[in-house]
């Protein structure tokens, strides 16, 4: 029966599949996340990054140790097809080779895509921390009413760090950007700060700004919702290692460098903000990252 020539070269096939259900068995051995002991949820800064970081590794891992083995199985088939036909068809084992050689190239440009997603990744986390230790400044015993926060979750977007002081709340958002290159070779590291862009050496973006806003909108409103009164909050973008040039920014986002942010939050007074909606906001915000953590602990993974 001419059927019979393409099922029975499946048989070849079979130690393949096992070797990619045991790549995908342990696949959840990069999956570093770790549940606190306590009733407490774990949350460091650049948290959301961490858990990124994680995923673009486990998806590295599976492309590079997946890729060949799906690579190679056209081949195997066919080389499979040789035994059980009488007469050989060029034409078809072109077909296998080309199948193989498309897949090669997939799954190397999927590599290149986890490579450098992960650069990105490792970047942007370095440049969490490195913000997130600034801030931590702000911790001291004798200087209780500083309280700060990593990773909070809103309704569609995390916000990177949310800073609550006596004198207001601030909403503190990080982003890592390579340093420019000039075309004498010398780095090029200020940055414009305008109304609704930042302005690089040799681009521009406005989506920082944008998300720092949303941000500031979304918890102004939550806070609102939650206390009864309006809360002052402030939005503070942090540029890690650029010169900041702030001659023509609006005056509702403050864009800095980051070096000095604990001394200069401490200063700033977006509004009055009494005692008790001060430990209010504290209380509530806690509320909403435990309640958050639990809902992320409770999906099932995939």
């Known amino acids: 029966m001419a059927w019979l020539e393409y099922l029975l070269p499946l048989i070849f096939l079979f130690p393949m599949a096992a070797m990619g259900s045991i790549v995908l068995a342990l696949r959840s051995l990069h999956d570093a996340r770790v549940n606190s002991p306590f009733n407490a949820p774990l949350r460091e800064p650049g948290q959301a990054l961490r858990n990124r970081l994680d995923q673009a590794f486990s998806s590295l891992f599976l492309n590079g140790a997946l890729g060949p083995i799906i690579s190679l199985a056209p081949l195997v088939y066919g080389m499979g097809r040789m035994l059980f036909v009488v007469r050989q068809d060029w034409v078809e084992w072109a077909l296998y080779g080309l199948l193989s050689t498309l897949l090669v190239l997939l799954f190397s440009l999927l590599l290149v895509r986890d490579y450098q997603r992960i650069r990105r990744l490792k970047l942007g986390l370095a440049c ?18 500083y309280y700060v926060f990593h990773d909070i979750p809103t309704d569609s977007f995390t916000i990177d760090h949310v800073v609550v002081t006596p004198h207001g709340v601030f909403v503190v958002e990080t982003r890592a950007r390579t340093l420019a290159i000039g075309s004498d070779g010398s780095e090029l590291n200020t940055v414009v700060v ?9 681009w521009q973006e406005r989506r920082p700004l944008h998300k720092t806003r949303q941000g500031v909108s979304w918890l102004t409103h939550w806070l609102e919702r939650r206390c009864g009164v309006r809360v ?20 509702d986002i403050l864009v800095v460098s980051g070096d000095t942010l604990a001394k200069q939050l401490t200063e700033l007074t977006p509004g009055p903000l009494d005692d008790a909606i001060h430990d209010k906001v504290i209380n509530i915000l806690l509320e909403r990252a435990k309640l958050m953590e639990l809902k992320h602990l409770s999906k099932p993974s995939v």
């Not at 969490?128 to 009413?145: K, M």
């Not at 305008?194 to 040799?202: A, I, M, N, V, Y």
């Not at 002052?232 to 005056?251: F, H, K, M, N």
């Open 128 to 145: 969490e921390l490195a913000v997130g230790q600034e801030l931590e400044r702000l911790v001291r015993p004798d200087a209780h009413p």
């Open 232 to 251: 002052p909050v402030r939005g503070v973008l942090v540029l890690p290692g650029w010169q900041i040039d702030t001659s023509e920014a609006a005056p």
């Open 194 to 202: 305008e109304r609704e862009r930042l302005r690089f050496p040799h």
